[in-house]
């Protein structure tokens, strides 16, 4: 592995932490849909080509000891920069690798329970068709993904609100079921874990799924003004409670409220809805990541293989 292959590498690695700015005014420049669905594929390429790239990475200083070099039939060392920077490397990749498996399974295990958990409790309570109440003293409301998809409501929660602004409500979490949206969520949600400039991505994308049923509730009753009340509403109703929600169940008091309702509240020629250049950069560094790191990772193997004595330079 030249120098140059091992800054090929890295660049996987750094480009996260560069496009978090531009994955919120992306947002800002596209619909919602359109950004969502954008930001969601930014985030799974990017947690692709960090994670191919750290493998590499790992592999790298793994075949510097003597016994995985004679464990991959090495017949001639394998060309790096000196041991004082490739091992450290190596040692810090294999690191972050290994807490990213670590805090996904936790995470995994714990959104399995809460969601098996949800489920239960919809399953028993009183339904009408896909509206499920639950008798609490907390307020909540979300939208419970499976077969049939739910929405969960509790019944301080429907106190809180008048009969138009519930109406409201649940338009904003049927949307969030029609649209799929806790598909795009559990993929943020993975690549979060894989790198931590991926967190804030997560975030953006979280935001981008409820606006985008934020659009479709406004549309459903047909007035933005009643959409925008009855999510603030509800987000002042559940700001003290704590939802025990599966955190890819999506919630209309879930992201910044007052950002969501500024932009139902805005006057159409304020709501950008054209590409621009930032989305466009944005694509731009995520194939740049993706590019990188597949020719960091094809041309790593062509090393090993002239290592091997299997293939020429």
């Known amino acids: ?50 994670v191919s790239a750290l493998g590499a990475l790992v592999l790298t200083g793994l075949l510097k000891l003597p016994l995985f070099a004679a464990l991959g ?52 309570s009183s339904a009408a068709g896909d509206l499920c109440v639950i008798d ?30 519930r109406e409201a409500l649940f338009a904003h979490e049927r949307a969030h079921n029609a649209g799929n949206h806790y598909r795009f969520l559990l993929a943020a949600e993975l690549a979060a874990h894989c790198h931590p400039g991926l967190r804030r991505l997560r975030d953006t994308v ?20 009643l959409t925008a009340r009855a999510i603030a509403r509800a987000a002042l109703a559940a700001r003290a409670s704590h939802s025990t929600r599966p955190d890819f169940a999506s919630a209309a008091t879930a992201g910044p409220v007052p950002q969501r309702v500024a932009a139902l509240l805005a006057p159409p020629e304020h709501r950008p809805r054209t590409p621009s250049w930032i989305a466009l950069l944005l694509v731009a560094c995520t194939a740049f990541s993706a590019c990188a790191a597949a020719t960091g990772v094809i041309t790593f193997h062509h090393e090993v293989e002239v290592a091997q004595g299997e293939a020429s330079r």
Do not use: N
């Not at 996987?12 to 992306?26: D, E, H, K, N, W």
């Not at 450290?88 to 805090?103: D, F, K, N, Q, R």
């Not at 939208?143 to 009969?163: C, Y």
């Not at 406004?218 to 003004?225: F, L, T, W």
């Open 1 to 50: 592995m030249t120098a140059q292959l091992l800054i090929l590498l890295l660049v996987p690695l750094l480009l996260p932490f560069a496009v978090r700015p531009l994955a919120g005014r992306t947002l800002d420049r596209l619909g919602p849909v359109a950004a969502l669905r954008t930001l969601t594929l930014t985030v799974l390429v990017l947690a692709g080509a960090s």
């Open 73 to 124: 039939e090495l017949v001639r060392p394998l060309p790096t920069p000196p041991d004082t920077l490739v091992l450290p490397v190596a040692a810090a990749a294999t690191g972050i690798l290994t807490v990213s498996a670590w805090t996904l399974l936790r995470s995994a295990v714990r959104q399995i329970h809460a969601f098996r958990t949800a489920r239960r409790q919809a399953d028993r």
């Open 136 to 165: 609490s003293p907390h307020p909540d409301a979300y939208a419970l993904p499976g077969r049939p998809h739910r929405i969960v409501v509790t019944t301080a929660m429907l106190h809180s609100l008048g009969p138009a602004e």
């Open 206 to 225: 979280q935001l981008a799924a409820e606006r985008a049923a934020d659009e479709a509730a406004a549309i459903a009753v047909g007035d933005r003004h």
